[in-house]
């Protein structure tokens, strides 16, 4: 059966996932604050800093989820989160986000967290599907995905408008039968 409700220290090479905290506040909050990352993950909405404290606050008491911080095992610093949310126990799926911020970008750190995630998910969780999406401005990130085994589904036409512009997104998904034990 799956269970969310573990949250699990993954340990690799570059990285560690570990449960997101409110001590991770100050780098969440930069990367929160990046115009990067606002343009790379789609997000129209500002965050306030009591909204933020109080998300990070609750991230370890969600049982139908998974938010770990990544962590660069290099300085020791929270660079990011890996999510598995909008779990599906029927269909025994879920799909994936990742942010990196600025600190934690060009260094593989994202490429190493997500293959640590979706192992989990496979291996420790019993789920047979992962999927994401990912806009067409963003191929940095789709390199990432194909690199730990998402392949591309389709493509959602127009599914973002920013700054007055419509951006088509791909969607990407990997199963348990592709993922390498």
């Known amino acids: 059966m799956t269970d969310f409700a573990t949250k699990p220290t993954l340990v690799g090479e570059k990285v560690t996932l570990r449960v997101l905290t409110e001590d991770d506040f100050e780098p969440m909050w930069a990367a929160f604050q990046d115009p990067e990352v606002m343009r790379l993950t789609g997000s129209h909405t500002e965050i306030t800093a009591e909204t933020a404290r109080e998300w990070l606050r609750t991230r370890a008491d969600q049982p139908d989820r998974l938010d770990l911080a ?58 047979h599907r992962i999927s994401l999406e990912v806009y067409a401005f963003n191929p940095r990130a789709r390199r990432a995905y194909e690199k730990a085994g998402f392949v591309p589904e389709g493509t959602m036409r127009h599914a973002l408008l920013w700054n007055g512009e419509r951006i088509d997104a791909t969607l990407m998904s990997i199963l348990a039968p592709d993922w390498p034990a």
């Open 70 to 127: 990544i962590v660069d095992n290099e300085t020791g610093l929270c660079v990011g989160e890996a999510v598995l949310n909008e779990w599906d126990s029927d269909n025994e799926s879920c799909s994936f986000r990742i942010l990196i911020g600025p600190t934690g970008r060009g260094r593989g750190l994202g490429t190493e967290a997500t293959r640590l995630i979706v192992g989990y998910g496979f291996e420790k969780l019993g789920l």
